[in-house]
Each structure stands twice: as C-alpha cells, then as structure tokens.
C-alpha cells in the first residue's frame, strides 16, 4: 500500500502536468526617519513620490560604549492616494512606518555606464510623529 502510494507520487511528480506557481515573500517593513523632503519624479504616466528613510541600530562596541549605525533606504511610492498624501505632508526628519517590497533595477547614465539600483516600493505608510498645527 505504501508503496503505490510512493510509486503514485513519483508518477504525478514526474507527469508532463503544469508546474504549480511557487508562493514567495518579498516584505519590508521599515521605522524610521525622512532624510529628505519627499519629491515627485517619474514621467507624467507614470509619477512616483521619493525620499530617503533611515534607519538606525544601536549596540555595544568592545569598550562597552553604545554606538549607533544607520542605513540608509530609497524609498519610492506609485500609489496615487499614497503617493500625494505622503508628497503633501511629510516633511525632512518625519518618523514614518512602512511597508512594501523590494525592487531591483538598472539604468544606462549619459556616459553609457550601467548603473543598479534598489528601492523599497511602499504599499502603506502610517505617520508616528504629530507635530502641532499639522493637520493629517
């Protein structure tokens, strides 16, 4: 009995069946602080809002003293309500959650030299800081 079963398995593994799609992840989830005011760019089809976030990490050098390391992410939103709002009223040194994805890219500069990215398309943000007088 176990052995049909394992014979049956093989069989269906190996039939010339479609292959099922693979499920994956590709999940960021970032706090941190806008480096930059946020800027439109893109072309009139297709406008996106970018800043820099960054991120920091605190730990214990080998003398014992607290130092602080920060990353440095692109961020880029395509969204059109997300995009705008976050364009509007964001500012430089804003504390913001979000989540998104990864995306990698490449571009040709003037000088024919290939140049790769990596940006953090973001599906939502949520505002941590209320400053007075801000009204979102």
């Not at 960054?54 to 607290?66: H, Q």
């Not at 880029?76 to 995306?103: C, H, M, Q």
Request: overall charge positive; aromatic content about 12%.
């Amino acid at each position: 009995m176990l052995r049909r079963s394992l014979i049956s398995v093989a069989q269906r593994w190996m039939s010339s069946e479609p292959t099922r799609v693979e499920k994956s992840v590709n999940k960021v989830v970032l706090i941190g602080r806008i480096g930059r005011e946020p800027e439109m760019r893109g072309s009139q089809e297709n406008p996106c809002t970018a800043f820099p976030l960054a991120t920091s990490e605190n730990f214990k050098d080998k003398t014992g003293e607290y130092q602080q390391k920060t990353q440095w992410h692109r961020i880029v939103i395509f969204r059109p309500w997300l995009k705008d709002t976050v364009y509007t009223y964001a500012k430089k040194g804003s504390r913001i959650y979000l989540e998104g994805k990864i995306e990698y890219g490449q571009y040709t500069d003037d000088d024919g030299n290939t140049n790769f990215t990596t940006s953090v398309v973001a599906d939502d943000v949520i505002f941590l800081d209320h400053r007075s007088g801000d009204n979102y």
